[in-house]
Structures are given as C-alpha cells and as structure tokens.
C-alpha cells in the first residue's frame, strides 16, 4: 500500500511520515528495507507512530530522510483561493444551507445533549468559517436579498409574541450600541 492524502491517513503526521510516504515505496518495501514488521512500516506512513532511533538511522540511509524531521510538523499547504469567488448572495446561501442543516439537527430530541449542543456550536461558527476565508462579511450578509427576507420573517413571527418582540428589540438595540 503506498498511503496518499486523503487514504484516512492521520491528522498527527510529521514531516518524516510525509517524506516516508512521498517516496512512493509500499509498507513491504519499507519494511525490507528497515528490517521491521509491514505493520510497523504502515504505523510510520500513517504518523501513528515513530520509528526508533535505530529504525531513524535505517529509514535515514535508504531514503535520505533527516532525523529531526521525525519530531517536525509538516510543512503547513498555502491557501489557494477559490477559482471563481461565490457573490455574497451565494456565500450566504451556502452558510444559510450549512447552517439551518446544523439547526435541524440540533433540534432533535432523539440526539443527545452533547451532539445537540455540538451541532448549535457549528451552526454558530459557520459564519465565522466563511468570514476567514474571505467568503463573505457581515457588511455583506445585511445587503443580500435574502437576508432581508429572513428578517422579515422573524419580525412577522415575534410579532405574535409582543413580549419576547420587545425584549429581543431591547437587547439587538444594545449590540448595536456596543
């Protein structure tokens, strides 16, 4: 097995389990050549764990891999932007989609308080996921049409409640203010 990107290779790899892997060899191969178990040889692909010392020096000598790169983070991939940036209509379509799925999902009492409390998390985050990406800001969001949409229906919806529509105007007029 070679192990490529994306194979459900681990999140805790070094920089020496990248340069294992890139050189194309299979966990046999590497394995023969540092004399160790196809197991073990998968374990140094995979980042799961790192060879020894000795097992360093062998990998060393055959794949001309530095010995410090085994206690290295891998080199961290630039950004590459988007090919075609989204309208701020469409990134907020898109955040609205992620994000309402997330609500949906947090809302189901079959779920466990946890996972609910997981999935409100994500659905709060979602913006600011799109927001560092450069997607889309909140300057953006309050022009789209479909935002205005959205608040129309809350405001039509909290009119049936006067109580909770006055407290909620209350405590926006104070975020705003801040």
């Given at each position: 097995m070679v192990a490529r990107r994306g194979d459900g290779v681990s999140d805790h790899r070094s920089r020496g389990s990248i340069l294992l892997a890139q050189t194309g060899r299979t966990q046999e191969?590497?394995?023969a050549r540092a004399k160790c178990s196809k197991a073990l040889?998968?374990?140094?692909l995979t980042g799961a764990r790192k060879p020894t010392k000795k097992g360093r020096t062998l990998l060393k000598r055959a794949y001309k891999i530095p010995l410090p790169a085994w206690d290295e983070a891998p080199p961290r991939e630039p950004h590459t932007p988007m090919a075609t940036p989204l309208t701020p209509e469409e990134a907020w379509q898109g955040l609205l989609k992620s994000a309402n799925a997330a609500i949906v999902q947090a809302a189901d009492p079959n779920k466990s308080a946890s996972e609910r409390a997981r999935l409100a998390k994500f659905a709060r985050d979602t913006l600011a996921g799109y927001e560092a990406?450069?997607?889309?800001?909140?300057?953006?969001?309050?022009?789209?049409?479909?935002?205005?949409?959205?608040?129309?229906?809350?405001?039509?919806?909290?009119?049936?409640?006067?109580?909770?529509?006055?407290?909620?105007?209350r405590r926006l007029a104070e975020l705003a203010a801040e």
């Open positions: 191969e590497i394995a040889a998968g374990h140094w990406r450069g997607d889309i800001s909140e300057a953006q969001i309050i022009k789209t049409a479909s935002f205005r949409r959205m608040l129309d229906v809350i405001v039509e919806e909290l009119a049936k409640y006067p109580d909770a529509f006055v407290e909620i105007t």
